[in-house]
């Protein structure tokens, strides 16, 4: 069964220091992958996508992740993180069932910023 | 581009009535819609998956008569929460797949309807 797993539920770092948030995913195929992030009380905004291609991506606000099929991974990086960058963060896996793409989340990181 | 509203953004109601939640696509047409649920400080939870014209397709568990969806155009789905009781109270999302879009993959996100049931 497809399943996201983000280990880390908290994540605190002072500003200008940098970000890892792991994200490990199960699909038997190749999969689409996505990071998205949520402020307080909004809806979710799409950071970056892996589809095929450069196993490295970059994404908006500065955000990049890196595919890697051995380890099953896809790992959000931000060099200097923003206070602005607080938020929940969500990795998801997409899979085709039915004629559409239906999207497994997992249960996403609270990334805190310290001044 | 790729804009989904919902309406309302907030709602408070009775235990026993019913609310209905929209979601549009403003600048697409989407061929698929889905409805998610969010527990707080969860994550995401399909619940159901929409055509137009079509019945919607639930999710495991979840009450197809409680919970009614029509997607009556490619530009708007209705959530329905029927009979309503505190445990329904939640963050419900709506997101929307393009169509005929180059991003076939991608779900544009509303920004969410919080209910709250008294």
């Known amino acids: 069964a497809q399943s996201v797993t983000q280990p880390d539920i908290h994540i605190t770092v002072s500003e200008g220091a940098s970000l890892e948030l792991r994200c490990n995913y199960s699909?038997?195929?190749?999969?689409?992958l996505f990071w998205y992030v949520q402020s307080p009380g909004q809806g979710l905004q799409l950071l970056l996508k892996?589809?095929?291609?450069?196993?490295l991506v970059q994404g908006i606000k500065g955000f990049e992740a890196e595919f890697k099929r051995s380890q099953s991974s896809f790992n959000l990086r931000k060099p200097s993180v923003h206070w602005s960058d607080a938020a929940e963060y969500f990795c998801a896996v997409a899979f085709l069932t039915g004629g559409y793409n239906k999207l497994i989340f997992g249960a996403g990181t609270r990334l805190a910023v310290h001044p | 581009g790729a804009v989904v509203s919902q309406h309302p953004s907030r709602v408070i109601c009775k235990s026993g009535t019913s609310v209905k939640i929209e979601c549009r696509s403003l600048d697409f047409q989407a061929t698929t819609m889905f409805w998610y649920r969010q527990f707080p400080k969860k994550s995401l939870m399909l619940m159901a998956t929409s055509n137009e014209g079509s019945k919607a397709t639930y999710e495991q568990g979840v009450e197809k008569d409680k919970f009614l969806i029509n997607h009556a155009s490619l530009t708007l789905s209705t959530l329905t929460v029927t009979s309503a009781h505190p445990e329904d109270s939640s963050f419900y999302i709506c997101?929307?797949?393009?169509?005929?879009?180059?991003?076939?993959?991608?779900?544009?996100f509303g920004p969410g309807t919080r209910l709250t049931v008294l």
């Open positions: 997101s929307a797949n393009e169509r005929g879009g180059s991003s076939y993959n991608e779900q544009f």
């Open positions: 699909y038997g195929a190749t999969p689409y």
């Open positions: 892996y589809f095929s291609g450069d196993t």
